[in-house]
């Protein structure tokens, strides 16, 4: 059985950071890109990072330079380190596993984030 458990979300002021965990279990963690989505109300599910299993990584343009997503396998655990955090980044938070040849795709079932003063 899979699963992708989320934690670390909560409220924070704007400016402020937060770091997200995500521990996967039942896969084989190291081969699969894990990466970070968000939804805000009303908006629809957008991806904001994403690290291969090689280690490269990508993010969406509204969080470079904040955000950082980081892995350790030895833990099946992967990380959205999050600084200098706006408003707009109040969603909830996702974390996904995939793995493109077996198109195998899991996701957790989220994490609130609000940035509010």
């Known amino acids: 059985q899979v699963q992708l458990v989320e934690s670390g979300g909560g409220l924070v002021q704007p400016g402020g950071s937060l770091r997200l965990s995500c521990a996967a279990s039942?896969?084989?963690?190291?081969?699969?890109?894990m990466s970070w989505y968000r939804q805000a109300p009303g908006k629809q599910r957008e991806l904001v990072t994403a690290?291969?299993?090689?280690?490269?990584?990508n993010s969406a343009d509204s969080v470079k330079g904040r955000f950082t997503i980081s892995r350790d396998n030895a833990k099946n655990t992967v990380y959205l380190q999050m600084n200098s955090l706006k408003p707009e980044d109040t969603a909830v938070y996702y974390c996904?596993?995939?793995?493109?040849?077996?198109?195998?795709?899991?996701w957790g079932h989220g994490t609130q984030v609000t940035v509010s003063s």
């Open positions: 039942g896969i084989f963690f190291s081969i699969y890109t």
């Open positions: 690290i291969q299993s090689g280690g490269s990584t």
């Open positions: 996904n596993a995939f793995y493109s040849p077996s198109r195998s795709n899991y």
